[in-house]
């Protein structure tokens, strides 16, 4: 399976830019899932693929331009999924990343969602005993939301017509637990 | 770059060959076999992707847990469960509540751990293998 750096993402962003702009087109993404944790933050490990949402412009030449890359690269023509689009909430959790290929000449534009949002989605649908669970903990930490009330409250903000089932609140509260737990304790 | 494992089988390998003693290791290499399992389509293709008996980990919850995978996706999407699922060694010896959160949410995984998993004592939530690929029934 392929690993996608960080390094290897931006330059195929650069690459899909360059490829709109001579096109004469425009896009703009807005990154989710594991690739917009390894962009925002300092984590060690690579991505499969890049979850995103095309929030404007041209659909039919970003995939086609995505799909050029991938054959250049060796890289599965999935790279760039869609697949999570079908798990967002409320708009408005995204922060600008940057203008590819350059500040100047801008064909794609890529945003990625913030922190607290991330969290949110891991919140309403992470899988217990899966690496949800380290990803989860890694965003509460980075957008500095661990207690109970607050992850319910974030939730309510991106999530507002899905209220948490009863399942979700026990399963949020063990998380908020044994997030603010020591190391050492085995939370039962 | 490391092929991308096709079988459930290759996925053990490549975890032997690339993983083992790398945390979150096995995690990656199974949810990429669960992408390459939901995105194949063909039941006879699918049926392949967990025939083939995956070499044993040493690990009592990975070989365990490799084992209930088989079982579960057979049951889950209407395959044959694969005999090597069967070895007696793939259990574990005490009850295993996965996760960092396992014990707390003992109650909830106790009711909803399928039978491929609970069968093995291994708890986990009622859909354990689910992906953003996996089909939507």
């Not at chain 1, 807005?30 to 390894?38: C, F, S």
């Not at chain 1, 060690?44 to 929030?55: G, I, S, W």
């Not at chain 1, 790279?79 to 990343?97: D, F, H, K, N, R």
């Amino acid at each position: 399976m392929q690993e996608l750096s960080k390094a290897a993402v931006e330059d195929a962003f650069r690459e899909l830019g360059e490829i709109l702009v001579r096109a004469g087109k425009m896009a703009e993404i807005a990154v989710y899932g594991g690739a917009a944790i390894m962009l925002q933050l300092e984590v060690t490990f690579r991505t499969a693929d890049v979850d995103a949402h095309v929030e404007s412009g041209d659909h039919g030449a970003l995939m086609q331009a995505a799909r050029e890359i991938a054959e250049r690269r060796g890289w599965l023509r999935s790279w760039l999924s869609e697949a999570v689009t079908i798990y967002l909430g409320e708009p408005g959790g995204t922060t600008l990343y940057g203008n590819y290929p350059n500040e100047t000449r801008v064909g794609l534009r890529v945003y990625v969602a913030k922190p607290d949002y991330l969290l949110a989605m891991k919140l309403r649908a992470m899988r217990i005993g899966r690496r949800d669970e380290e990803d989860a903990a890694l965003l509460a930490r980075a957008s500095n939301i661990t207690t109970f009330e607050a992850m319910l409250a974030l939730l309510h903000r991106y999530f507002p017509k899905e209220p948490p089932d009863a399942r979700r609140v026990a399963i949020v509260g063990q998380f908020a637990k044994r997030l603010n737990a020591p190391a050492s304790d085995d939370v039962g | 770059m490391r092929p991308h494992p096709t079988t459930l089988a290759e996925a053990v390998r490549l975890y032997r060959q690339h993983g083992e003693g790398r945390e979150g290791a096995f995690s990656v290499l199974l949810d990429e076999f669960l992408d390459a399992f939901y995105t194949e389509i063909d039941p006879s293709r699918r049926q392949a992707m967990i025939d083939e008996a995956p070499p044993r980990t040493g690990e009592e919850r990975h070989d365990a847990y490799i084992g209930a995978v088989g079982e579960h996706l057979a049951r889950r999407w209407g395959l044959r469960i694969p005999p090597w699922s069967d070895a007696p060694w793939r259990e574990v010896a005490e009850p295993w509540f996965v996760g960092m959160m396992g014990k707390g949410l003992s109650g909830l995984l106790l009711v909803e751990s399928p039978i491929a998993f609970r069968r093995r004592r291994i708890f986990t939530e009622a859909e354990p293998l689910r992906r953003a690929r996996m089909p939507i029934e």
